[in-house]
C-alpha cells in the first residue's frame, strides 16, 4: 500500500485478472485442457506480458493451470486444484457450485472444530480463554443489535482463535477456511438478521468449557453447535 493506504495500481490489476480468470476456471466456464496463451491474455487485459505472467504464477500455484512448452497455459481437472486455498474457496462460493461448497466446507466443520475446541480446552493459554469467553460476549450483543458485519467479524475471530489454540497445526491451518465459509454464509444471506440463540449459547459454551480446561464438555457443545450449522444449510 502507499502512504495513504491505496494499493497500487499493478497490484490491484493483477488481482482483477487472477479473479476473473480464476472464477471462469471454477465455474466451469473454462474446461479441464482448454488452452490459453500469454498472447491472448495480453491482449484480452490490455496488459503486458510480465503482468500476465506473473498472474498464470499464481493460479499454477494454485494448481488451477499449468504450463507446457509449445502448447501454452492448460486448465487443469478440478481433482487437482488446492481446494482449500481461500480464493478457490470464494470463487466456488460465488458461483454455481456455491451450494456444494457450503455443503462441503460445512461438513469439515462439523468434522474438524469439536476435535479443535478439545484441543484447545487442554492447550489454549490463559489470554486465549479469557479471549475466547470476551469474544462470545460480544457476538451475543452483536448478534441481538443485529450488527451483523461487526457480528461476523467477531465470530470469524472466536473460530480463528479457537483453531489456533488447538495445539494442532494442521486445525490451525484451517482459519482462513472457516473465514471464507463464514464470511460467504453471511454475503450471500444465509444467516438470519438477527443470530439464533441456541448459536449463541452454543459459542458461549464452548468458550466457557475452553476456559475451564474442559476438553469433554467443549468437545460435545461444538458438536452440538456445528450439527445446528449443518442443519441449517440443508
Known amino acids: ?9 499493478a497490484t490491484v490489476m493483477n488481482g482483477a485478472i487472477i479473479d476473473a480468470i480464476g472464477a471462469d476456471i471454477v465455474a466451469g466456464e473454462l474446461l479441464p485442457g482448454d ?9 484480452e487485459f490490455s496488459v503486458s506480458r ?4 506473473d498472474c498464470m504464477r499464481i493460479l499454477e500455484s494454485m494448481n488451477l493451470v499449468y504450463s507446457k512448452r509449445r502448447v501454452g ?25 456455491r ?11 462439523v468434522a474438524v472444530e469439536p476435535m479443535a475446541a478439545a484441543g484447545a480446552a487442554r492447550y489454549a493459554g490463559a489470554q486465549e480463554r479469557k479471549a475466547l469467553v470476551e469474544l462470545a460476549g460480544r457476538m451475543r450483543i452483536l448478534g441481538e443489535q443485529g450488527s451483523l458485519d461487526d457480528f461476523l467479524a467477531a465470530d470469524i475471530a ?20 472457516v473465514a471464507a465459509v463464514l464470511t460467504g454464509r453471511t454475503r450471500q444471506g444465509r444467516m438470519p438478521d438477527h443470530p ?26 461444538m458438536a452440538i453447535l456445528m450439527e445446528e450449522v449443518r442443519a441449517a444449510m440443508v
Do not use: C, Y
Open 1 to 9: 500500500m502507499d502512504s495513504n493506504g491505496a494499493r497500487p495500481a
Open 35 to 43: 488452452r490459453l496463451t500469454l498472447e491472448g491474455l495480453q491482449e
Open 50 to 53: 510480465t503482468v500476465v505472467r
Open 73 to 97: 497455459i492448460v486448465v487443469q481437472d478440478p481433482s487437482l486444484w488446492s481446494v482449500f486455498d481461500s480464493r478457490i474457496i470464494r470463487w466456488r462460493l460465488d458461483g454455481p457450485g
Open 99 to 109: 451450494d456444494s461448497q457450503f455443503r462441503t466446507l460445512t461438513e469439515l466443520r
Open 158 to 177: 472466536f473460530h480463528k482463535l479457537l483453531l489456533r489454540s488447538s495445539g494442532n497445526e494442521m486445525f490451525a491451518s484451517l482459519d482462513e477456511v
Open 196 to 221: 439464533r440463540e441456541v448459536a449463541l449459547q452454543g459459542h458461549e459454551r464452548v468458550a466457557q468449557a475452553v476456559a475451564e480446561g474442559n476438553d469433554g464438555v467443549a468437545m460435545e457443545e
